[in-house]
């Protein structure tokens, strides 16, 4: 594999990246452990620290072979985002080279440093990788088996990092009270190149009279996600749901139909292929992209096959379901008294979701889509307007055909309810 050229990397610094390097220097410590909010600028710090450790490394010994393991909890997870990453900041800095990464493997070299992106899943890789060092991406995600493997076969120090949305994990018992161990906090106000768009959400979580007023106040995601405390999430819309490798054969029997939602600049256009049978619901996210035309969209389903599923989308976008008719998908509105976004919710929480694992976002989004509180922590029977592109696009495929029927218990409830509000009357 031939080796990246030697341009002078001339980095404009995080301020996590700062305080990495000083700490990685100090040479007191093994374990670096940088927790922080949404945007704090983790992931770009420790890249840019790996960009300075190889060329570091090279300079120290050019003949030399280093080894650094990038992993995240699931192999299909990598490309799409850390691997993503990282190709990406290499290019920003022009230190991208092609003929230095082998695609099929997933190993970048840069200068003499061998970088493997792996998923802690692999079970054999893992317990059988030697390195120099290694990095767990999202490490709230992972288990501490999988870290002390790799910790035991690494001659050198390990990175991790991670929002804080768990409120107990063995991160906190097991690493940051190690005395070898540095930790390191952030939030966004640490991140000087954060979009304007990006800060204005995470500001709009914090429990502010105005943001109570625009419905947007979130005491426990402005924790999380703004201030980077650990924090654990309550009152998430959907319980009742589970992650899978992959659509598995049987559901292709089902009923199929495809949800999109429209988005642009600030906003993602999602969509969803979705399947369902009775009470059980498979999802698989097929687009989740800002900038996107309607022939962007177009093209995109058709690469996937779409064309012959039925699909739905907001009727708030007639023009753009119009066009994209024309450009020959089935695709139709949400009908006007469908549902209001309570009732399609109603109609999810009686169905178990299962979604494939490559389907981050959704994942995501299942995990912080929440009901709103006022400002005394009272939960309201409305949801927040976020975490909700993906969640959105499923809702319109409910609406308008999974509420087939009730179940027998659930009409004898209702029932049940109705005889017993008729006693109330006068």
């Known amino acids: 594999m031939q080796e990246a050229q030697e341009p002078e990397i001339e980095l404009q610094a995080t301020q996590v990246f700062e305080q990495l390097y000083e700490a990685y220097s100090s040479n007191l410590y093994r374990v670096f452990v940088l927790e922080g909010g949404s945007r704090s600028s983790k992931t770009f710090s420790i ?9 570091e490394q090279y300079d120290l010994d050019p003949g030399r072979v280093r080894r650094v393991a990038i992993g995240r909890l699931k192999a299909t997870w990598i490309t799409a985002t850390v691997l993503f990453d990282f190709i990406n900041v290499l290019k920003l800095y022009g230190l991208y080279d092609d003929k230095c990464f082998n695609k099929t493997n997933k190993i970048y070299k840069l200068y003499s440093t061998e970088f493997w992106f792996i998923g802690l899943d692999d079970t054999q890789k893992v317990h059988g990788f030697a390195s120099d060092a290694f990095w767990i991406n ?57 979009p304007a768009n990006s800060r204005r959400k995470i500001l709009s979580y914090e429990p502010t009279e105005a943001n109570y007023a625009a419905g947007t106040a979130d005491k426990n995601l402005w924790e999380i996600y703004g201030l980077g405390k650990r924090a654990k999430l309550e009152g998430v819309v959907y319980e009742k749901w589970e992650i899978v490798k992959e659509l598995p054969a049987f559901v292709k029997t089902h009923k199929r139909r495809f949800g999109l ?52 989308a907001d009727s708030a976008e007639p023009k753009s379901i119009e066009e994209l008719r024309k ?3 089935n695709i139709h509105p949400v009908k006007k008294g469908a549902g209001s976004v309570k009732n399609g919710i109603d109609i999810l929480k009686r169905k178990k979701i299962h979604v494939t694992e490559r389907s981050l976002n959704t994942i995501k989004e299942l995990k912080n889509y929440k009901w709103q509180q006022d400002k005394n922590g009272k939960w309201l029977n409305q949801p927040i307007d976020d975490w909700n592109h993906s969640l959105d696009a499923l809702r319109y495929v409910a609406m308008m055909e999974m509420d087939e029927g009730y179940s027998e218990e659930y009409l004898k409830q209702q029932q049940e309810r109705a005889a017993y509000i008729r006693q109330l009357m006068p």
């Open 327 to 329: 450009m020959s998908l």
């Open 261 to 312: 939602d429209f988005g642009y600049t600030n906003d993602v256009t999602a969509v969803l292929d979705i399947y369902w049978s009775g009470n059980m619901v498979w999802i698989d996210e097929l687009v989740y992209e800002t900038h996107l035309l309607n022939t962007d969209i177009a093209k995109k389903l058709k690469e996937q096959k779409m064309l012959n599923v039925k699909g739905y």
């Open 138 to 194: 999202e490490a709230v995600e992972s288990y501490k088996p999988d870290f002390d493997q790799l910790e035991q076969r690494c001659s050198g120090f390990a990175i991790l990092d991670y929002n804080p949305s768990a409120d107990e994990h063995w991160i906190y018992d097991n690493v940051c009270k190690r005395p070898d161990a540095k930790y390191i906090h952030s939030t966004m106000l640490d991140n000087y190149f954060l």
């Open 47 to 55: 890249i840019q620290f790996w960009l300075t450790y190889a060329q």
